[in-house]
């Protein structure tokens, strides 16, 4: 006679093989899958020339005043105010900056100015001391727009700048000259 040990063992050896036997498995975890996709949109650089240089003038100062000078995006010439004029015919010489943009067509960009750019200058009279000038209130006028600025359908676009410089009271003769960067980016 069996054991009762042995019947069980049996029986459960038994059942495992019908499990095989069958193809019963154990359930794998649940799984999911989607699709993905890889995009990139190449354009044009963004570029910036300068073609014309921001051009205050001559300027006639009156010895003991201060004065400004400023020339504006949009206007001819310069304005003066104070002990500053300019020399009969030579009042319209003054100009802005003027630069060419280029980049992708009809992209939006941003132009950012310096908050103001320091002249050195260089006396005419010997021995004078000229001191460094100050150009300040930057501005700046697009083409296309002064808000949002945008190249065309040819990927092309300008800009001009314009500012002030103050004269102190004491200014000798003397040529100044500045160097400055503007920097456009796409928006």
Known sequence: MMSWRRALRRAILAG???????GAQAAPAAQASAPGIASAT???PLRVQPITDMDFGTIVHEPGLTGTVMVSPGSAGASFT???SCPGSD????????FAVSGEPQRNYAIQLPASILATGSTITAGAIAPSLTVR???VRAKSSNTT???DASGADSFEVGGTI???ADLPPARYRASFVVVVSYT
């Not at 495992?16 to 069958?22: D, E, P, Q």
């Open 82 to 84: 104070g002990g500053a």
């Open 137 to 139: 209130a930057l501005t």
């Open 16 to 22: 495992s093989g019908a499990l095989v036997a069958t």
């Open 166 to 168: 103050t004269l102190p």
């Open 42 to 44: 190449v354009i044009r």
């Open 91 to 98: 009042c319209t010489s003054a100009h802005t900056a003027h």
């Open 149 to 151: 600025p945008s190249l």
